[in-house]
């Protein structure tokens, strides 16, 4: 299958072209050429799959055209060693629980694969050409993408990880999954947000000097790897309430807490394949870029602002302009597929506690947002799934002080803690963080 850029100004490119360079020299992003539908008779069937055998059937659609059989199926069974359970919590409301992977956040699935189909890429470049210079792999972050593809990329041979994360700006269990980990992985400690973070990985693709220097490319979302494979979770969710029996022909709503967008447009994609979806929810916190476009029909980037829900505090989301082009740049087409929330960080606080009284379920930030969003916006005879993106114990301080609880630290996120910090501070500014590139 081949790749187009959303600006249309680059040439086409293969799977292994997007996968390797991330983003298009346009500074478009990759988006697939066909979005392939999936039989109805995968529909009738799917709550008698596993999770690996429904991602593996929506792996085939997305990556069956560039990928053997036998090597598409190893990726993606490899990847997917964890389940990614529904919850009930209230009524006709389900969380969709991503946080049971290796760094407790839904992240863990696209940095997973990403980091399989990359090396089976390099080593058939290898083969090839004989060239076994490193890949180098910039990711900027504003807490879980940064641990989660420093994990699914560590000890990976002929691979080395940059995180760039914004000083300060990360909890310290964030911070401690990507800056204790040494071997392939260089922690970047920027003096700026996650947007600049963000500018800094998008400005280095576009220099001739250093993508003549080094190979280089991202395990953001802004990389399809990354993001189409977070469809999954949404068909496995869906097979889960009909194995369960709690849809019964009601229509269901999912909500997705958001940031970068690289999470919901994974969603889309899937509802675009035929998955049964009626309606989708993007919850921000303050940073209401998104909220206003649905609104005023008027995209307006700004300056990220920081929130309790840090992962989300995204000012100039990337995937944007993947969600644009997927409805054809029609606002009309966007605000009837998806509806949008916005919460100042004291109705966070109020949400996590009032859930918590109610159901005794504990919310993470980002899960709150998700979770008002839907119970504020799912119609009477429907279902709804909010997206529970990461343990809550990653934000123990946060959760502890509004829930007045002390929340168990899982062993393995405790093992992280007990890591020694290797980070490298670097200023807001491209040319140190070209000079510093060059020189590795």
Same mark, same amino acid.
């Given at each position: ?21 991330g983003?298009?020299?346009?500074r478009g ?38 990928v ?16 990614t ?41 290898q ?14 972050? !504003? *807490?879980?993408? @940064?641990?989660?593809? #420093?994990?699914? /990329?560590?000890?990976?041979? =002929?691979?080395? &990880?940059?995180?760039l ?12 999954q ?19 973070c ?6 280095a ?28 979770y949404y ?22 807490? !958001? *940031?970068?967008? @690289?999470?919901?447009? #994974?969603g889309? /994609?899937?509802?675009?394949? =035929?998955?049964? &979806? ?28 920081q ?5 989300m ?11 644009l ?18 919460y ?12 918590y ?11 709150a ?9 799912l ?11 990461a ?20 062993e393995?996120l ?21 000079k ?5």
């Amino acid at each position: 299958m081949k790749y187009y850029s959303t600006n249309h100004k680059a040439p086409e490119a293969t799977l292994r072209e997007a996968v390797e360079k991330g983003l298009a020299p346009d500074r478009g992003l990759y988006m697939p050429e066909v979005i392939k539908q999936l039989p109805q008779s995968f529909f009738d069937t799917i709550d008698k799959l596993s999770f690996q055998e429904i991602a593996f059937e929506v792996a085939k659609a997305f990556f069956g055209d560039d990928v053997d059989e036998a090597s598409l199926k190893h990726i993606v069974y490899d990847t997917l060693a964890f389940d990614t359970p529904v919850v009930q919590v209230k009524d006709n409301i389900y969380a969709l629980e991503l946080f049971h992977g290796p760094t407790f956040a839904f992240k863990d699935v696209g940095a997973r694969f990403m980091a399989r189909l990359l090396q089976y890429f390099i080593r058939k470049d290898q083969e090839k050409t004989g060239d076994k210079r490193l890949v180098n792999v910039l990711v900027a972050t !504003s *807490g879980d993408t @940064g641990s989660a593809v #420093a994990n699914g /990329f560590l000890g990976v041979d =002929g691979i080395h &990880v940059y995180v760039l994360y914004p000083k300060g700006k990360v909890s310290k269990i964030q911070e401690s999954q990507f800056t204790t980990l040494g071997h392939n992985i260089t922690a970047l400690e920027v003096d700026g947000v996650f947007d600049d973070c963000q500018a800094l990985v998008k400005s280095a693709f576009m220099d001739k000097e250093l993508t003549e220097h080094m190979i280089l490319t991202s395990a953001n979302s802004i990389n399809v790897a990354r993001f189409l494979p977070q469809a999954f979770y949404y068909f496995n969710a869906y097979a889960q309430l009909k194995r369960a029996g709690a849809l019964n022909g009601k229509k269901l709503t999912v909500c997705v807490p !958001s *940031g970068n967008f @690289g999470n919901i447009t #994974a969603g889309l /994609f899937g509802a675009k394949m =035929g998955l049964p &979806v009626s309606h989708f929810i993007a919850a921000n916190n303050a940073n209401d870029v998104f909220f206003k476009y649905l609104k005023t029909g008027v995209y307006t980037p700004m300056a990220s602002k920081q929130t309790l829900a840090n992962a989300m505090d995204v000012g100039a989301p990337s995937n944007f302009a993947r969600i644009l082009d997927l409805y054809h740049n029609s606002h009309d087409a966007i605000a009837k597929a998806i509806s949008g929330a916005t919460y100042p960080d004291d109705r966070i606080r109020e949400t996590m506690k009032q859930c918590y009284k109610e159901t005794g379920y504990v919310l993470d930030p980002h899960g709150a947002c998700g979770y008002q969003a839907l119970k504020e916006q799912l119609p009477a005879e429907g279902v709804g799934v909010f997206l529970e993106t990461a343990h809550p114990a990653k934000f123990k301080e946060k959760v502890d002080t509004i829930l007045g609880t002390d929340i168990a630290i899982p062993e393995r996120l405790q093992a992280f803690m007990k890591g020694k910090k290797q980070s490298i501070e670097m200023p807001n500014d491209f040319d140190a963080f070209k000079k510093y590139l060059l020189s590795q």
